[in-house]
């Protein structure tokens, strides 16, 4: 029996991945010599301060079961301790949450925050995985194209007034995917 899946599953460009992968398989396999940019996985070993701590909490029955609902408060604090040491920011502990990993936070934001037919300002260039939580939101994205003149920050003065009361969420990020600029 095969499930069809929802409407908006179904009109979702949800294999983009999949479908990057099988192209550089293919170049790779014709001989070309393919740079993949397509994910942050690391190429270089962990530090062996990182495997250590990592192995003690492994081995720490207390992180046996689910984490506390919204993360733990000491994972919170680090961040907060590194956002105000790096960037100088204040963040409190409501400003934060903890996800598994980017693509599903990238989701679950706009489907917290925008209602059918909202829009959402997105960079342009921009990682792909803004695109999926916007659509299964049932928002729309206004393109802000970040050109190199402006040191590839958005120009707000490119759009209109309606589009920018219209947006109900702006996502940005630095150091910049693809173009690794900074803010």
């Known amino acids: 029996m095969k499930i069809k899946a929802s409407e ?7 294999h983009f991945l999949a479908s990057q992968q099988e192209a550089i398989k293919k170049l790779t396999t014709a001989g070309h010599n393919v740079i993949n ?17 990592f192995e003690k909490a492994a081995l720490n029955p207390i992180n046996h079961g689910y984490p506390p609902y ?16 790096e960037y100088g920011a204040s963040l409190t502990m ?11 936070a990238l989701t679950a934001l706009p489907m917290a925050l925008v209602n059918p037919g909202e829009a959402v300002l ?5 990682f792909f995985g803004y695109q999926t939580g916007i659509h299964m939101a049932g928002g729309k994205s206004i ?5 190199e003149e402006n040191n590839y920050l958005p120009n707000l003065d490119d759009f209109t007034s309606e589009n920018l009361e219209q947006a109900k969420l702006m996502f940005l990020n630095y150091p910049h995917n693809p173009t690794n600029d900074l803010c």
Request: glycine share 10%.
């Open 37 to 53: 940019l397509e994910r942050g996985n690391p190429d270089l070993p962990t530090f062996p301060s990182i495997l250590k701590a």
């Open 70 to 85: 919204g993360g733990k408060d000491s994972l919170k604090k680090a961040i907060i301790s590194f956002y105000q040491q």
């Open 8 to 14: 908006r599953m179904g009109s979702s460009d949800g």
């Open 94 to 104: 409501d400003e934060i949450t903890i996800f598994s990993g980017s693509l599903s």
């Open 122 to 126: 997105t960079p342009n260039p921009s």
């Open 143 to 147: 393109s802000m194209d970040l050109k």
